[in-house]
């Protein structure tokens, strides 16, 4: 979305062995191009000086924090680690921002919040509904909220907080709940895999579409003061529900193909999340284009496609995990072997909007 407006795009990963950019493939230029407008960066959220460093070299007007371990399941394992990188890894881009304006530009600065903040509250949940934490994850981005307001009203930064609902497209990861019911039964629908095992099908979730939230999120950083809002679609639905619209889609009776394991229970549960958008309405101009049930229909489309190359495969005596579908099938872009290799900066272009 930022490179179809014109910006030029500054994105930062971690560094891995291997390269995990599956998502962004099909947008990845080589560095080396001088039309080249995404460049990509080596840095963590556990590390504020290099995020500093960072930050002094793009000179960013915008600068988006989607970085976090963002599984909440993960999180109850991994309690440490998701406070330091949710919490504490969005106090060190604060800080950074902070100290940044050495150049006098505004750096305006948007937090992802979750829903799952407020936990426990009932529905339906608003910019004034008290949070109720259910998760380390959860803890970790009240944290991360209340830094950012606090960052905002002590420094005068443009920081914003967007409190996103459940928002899914056809490339969520395929651990996360949605995702892995449509993959699993469209695997199911060609063969490929005999059962699907899941935890609550009684949690209820407002389930929007990611291109349509993202949207939301530039939106909060156009405006003439920054501000905190809620973004949802205002609907709620049961993960049973899911379940049976994804199976009836493919024409199969769920109740044949899943089965319940008990670990993947949350040692807390978080029953009923749905959020009342109102403010962004209002002061943005938002509305969910994309409805539960294209939002069903793109992921099965998606995956069918997926499990149906991969029979292919199989049937041509291909053992290919699953991961590397995407990448034998996709767009086959080049790369560099290290992803900073390219230029920070378009030369003649500095007057573009950086992000």
């Known amino acids: 979305m930022l490179l179809a407006k014109g910006y030029e795009v500054h994105g930062v990963l971690r560094r891995s062995s291997s390269f995990n950019t599956d998502r962004i493939d099909h947008l990845y230029q080589d560095p080396h191009d001088p039309g080249a407008r995404l460049f990509l960066h080596y840095g963590d959220l556990s590390d504020g000086s290099g995020f500093r460093a960072l930050l002094e070299q793009v000179e960013p007007d915008e600068v988006y924090n989607l970085g976090a371990q963002s599984h909440v399941k993960v999180s109850f394992h991994q309690p440490e680690y998701t406070a330091d990188v949710d919490a504490l890894g969005t106090l060190r881009v604060l800080e950074a921002i902070r100290a940044y304006p050495s150049t006098g ?71 996360f709940v949605t995702r892995k019911i449509t993959r699993a039964a469209t695997r199911i629908k060609l063969g490929l895999q005999d059962k699907l095992f899941l935890g609550n099908l009684d949690a209820k979730r407002d389930w929007g579409y990611a291109a349509d939230y993202v949207e939301a999120m530039w939106l909060m950083l156009q405006q003439d003061e920054p501000d905190d809002y809620v973004i949802a679609t205002g609907q709620i639905h049961s993960v049973r529900e899911f379940v049976e619209r994804v199976f009836d889609r493919l024409d199969l009776d769920w109740r044949e193909y899943v089965a319940i394991d008990p670990r993947y229970f949350r040692p807390a549960e978080v029953d009923a999340l749905c959020g009342d958008a109102s403010k962004a309405r209002k002061k943005l101009g938002w509305q969910p284009q994309v409805t539960f049930e294209e939002l069903i229909e793109r992921m099965v489309e998606q995956d069918l496609e997926l499990a149906r190359q991969e029979r292919v495969l199989r049937e041509n005596g291909h053992s290919v995990p699953l991961r590397g579908i995407a990448s034998v099938w996709g767009h086959g872009a080049a790369r560099c072997t290290d992803l900073r290799c390219g230029p920070s900066r378009l030369g003649g272009q500095r007057d573009r909007t950086r992000t």
């Open 105 to 175: 530009r505004e750096v305006r600065f948007y937090q992802a919040g979750s829903s799952e903040m407020f936990g426990s509250s009932p529905p339906p949940q608003s910019e004034g509904t008290p949070f109720h934490p259910r998760s380390p994850y959860a803890v970790a981005k009240v944290y991360a909220y209340w830094q950012t307001v606090n960052y905002r009203e002590a420094y005068d930064l443009f920081a914003c907080n967007g409190i996103l609902f459940n928002h899914e497209s056809e490339r969520r990861g395929e651990t």
